[in-house]
């Protein structure tokens, strides 16, 4: 196959937390189809997104209580008044609760996650009391696929709601090493709230494979974000203890982080436990294959973040300061991506090969066949490296104008352009001053990369102030969205535009 798609193609990067809409964030219902609308009007082929789950703390997606379950902040109310699990009268009654902030560009993430509970619980109650027909149905056949994870996760959920606790190693200790006659007093006491937290991922699960079908029916792939590590505060550590670097209360011994780089000086100190791959090999990496299983049910394609862990990584003793005290250990390689392969099929995968890379994370890559990730804005900081600058990608690549943990490119353009070594590299790209950011965008999309994602933001123009994230920082952090009206057919026509210029404009038969 020659690219990720066979065929040169385009996307654009935007969560779904990201879109307009009024009821205070971005969700799964008319939102997400006006956006795919607008993708197929401008003729893109591929939405990636940020991962689905539910933080565990300060909003991030990629720090999860499950890899497994999908953020309820993200289901629609109007989609549950199509379905007939509330009135249109009682949706308006939570005006308030789901309405944005006084910053029509942030989510105050507080209040709406408060609200969609208050909502569903409304929710679940109707479909208790008179479930819509086929839901019942639907609803039963959702359990049993996935009783999996779903399980182990409505268990969880219930657990950190009781305890008011999300880190489940200070639960009492029988329920945090699971006791099995522990666990068991558990399912009948909390039945009813663990039934709740079905309710609400069955939910999850029915809009959001709707949306699947409304964007594949109209050419437009699902491109998904997969961390390599997950939360300590998580149902897949709680119900896989022997498969991470835990001590014998339950907290990790080792951990996870990236040495000093591009982002920060001292590195960092992520805190997500290691992998013990070594009792990951004894089951055939069978929770990597269930993995991966659960996410290319959601997407047709996947981004897989910190791929170099798979070559080598970065571990960290728990209880170090920063990530400075860390040392390289070698990784599975091949072996997890072989398994659910031989098991689950050929897999569309992105390798995430940034920051301190090695030639042998690249051959790794290579020999698995992924393509690897090209940012414009690596490309400019020497002459003698143009490893990320457009005019040197290969074929074999998905290329970006920056990620979401990069400033927007015109944040980064005019924090660079004083720069005199700067702005003479980037003179072939920029010839005016009018439409920078297109400029930019048009370089990257008229590469040789097969494939290129562009951030919404990169698209509208902005400046840092729109950013998704920064590195080390660990609040103020993804709540950017697109206030209404912001996004309009103009930035259609003109994307539309750039990419049939560079040959880019096809249709996707799924």
């Excluded at 079908?213 to 590590?229: E, H, Q, S, T």
């Excluded at 103020?476 to 930035?491: E, I, K, S, V, Y």
């Excluded at 210029?501 to 799924?510: F, G, H, K, Q």
Aim: a negative charge.
């Amino acid at each position: 196959m020659s690219g990720l798609l066979g065929r040169r193609s385009s996307g654009v990067l935007c969560h779904v937390t990201s879109l307009s809409s009024e009821h205070g964030v971005g969700d799964l219902g008319p939102t997400s189809r006006r956006f795919v609308d607008f993708l197929v009007d401008a003729g893109q082929t591929i939405w990636q997104m940020l991962p689905l789950c539910p933080p565990a703390r300060n909003d991030s997606p990629y720090s999860c209580y499950s890899a497994m379950a999908g953020n309820p902040v993200m289901i629609s109310p109007d989609r549950l008044v199509s379905d007939g699990l509330i009135s249109a009268e009682e949706l308006s009654s939570f005006a308030g609760e789901l309405a944005m902030g006084d910053d029509a560009n942030f989510v105050d993430f507080d209040r709406v996650i408060r609200g969609k509970a208050s909502l569903l619980k409304l929710a679940h109650n109707r479909f208790k009391q008179s479930p819509p027909a086929g839901l019942t149905h639907q609803f039963e056949s959702f359990k049993t696929s996935s009783a999996d994870w779903l399980d182990d996760f409505a268990r969880y959920d219930a657990l950190m709601r009781k305890h008011d606790q999300i880190d489940w190693s200070f639960w009492p200790k029988e329920i945090a090493l699971r006791d099995i006659a522990a666990m068991q007093r558990t399912d009948e006491e909390l039945a009813e709230q663990i039934e709740h937290a079905k309710f609400v991922q069955f939910i999850f699960d029915h809009q959001w494979m709707s949306l699947r079908k409304y964007a594949n029916d109209r050419g437009v792939l699902l491109c998904g974000d997969m961390p390599i590590f997950v939360a300590h505060e998580s149902a897949d550590v709680w119900a896989n203890q022997s498969l991470f670097s835990l001590d014998e209360t339950g907290r990790p011994s080792l951990v996870a982080g990236v040495p000093p780089d591009y982002f920060s000086k001292t590195g960092q100190l992520w805190g997500n436990p290691q992998y013990d791959w070594n009792a990951l090999e004894a089951t055939d990496y069978q929770w990597w294959t269930d993995r991966f299983a659960r996410t290319l049910q959601q997407f047709d394609m996947l981004r897989v973040d910190h791929f170099r862990a798979f070559e080598a990584y970065w571990e960290i003793p728990a209880t170090a300061e920063t990530a400075v005290d860390g040392k390289w250990v070698t990784g599975p390689g091949e072996a997890p991506f072989r398994a659910a392969e031989d098991k689950l099929g050929e897999m569309l995968i992105i390798a995430e090969d940034l920051g301190l890379i090695t030639d042998a994370v690249y051959e790794l890559r290579d020999a698995l066949g992924f393509p690897g990730m090209r940012v414009m804005q690596f490309g400019y900081g020497s002459a003698d490296d143009d490893y990320h600058r457009p005019s040197a990608y290969p074929p074999h690549c998905v290329a970006y104008t920056g990620t979401h943990d990069n400033d927007t490119v015109i944040g980064w353009y005019e924090s660079q352009i004083n720069d005199d070594g700067f702005r003479e590299l980037i003179s072939d790209v920029v010839v005016s001053e009018d439409n920078i950011h297109l400029q930019l965008i048009k370089s990257v999309l008229g590469s040789a990369a097969d494939t290129t994602i562009i951030p919404i933001q990169d698209l509208l123009g902005l400046g840092n102030e729109a950013k998704m994230n920064t590195p080390g920082e660990a609040k103020g952090n993804w709540a950017w969205c697109l206030a209404p009206d912001q996004l309009t057919a103009t930035h259609a026509v003109q994307l539309k535009w750039i990419t049939e210029e560079t040959d880019r404009l096809a249709y996707v038969e799924i």
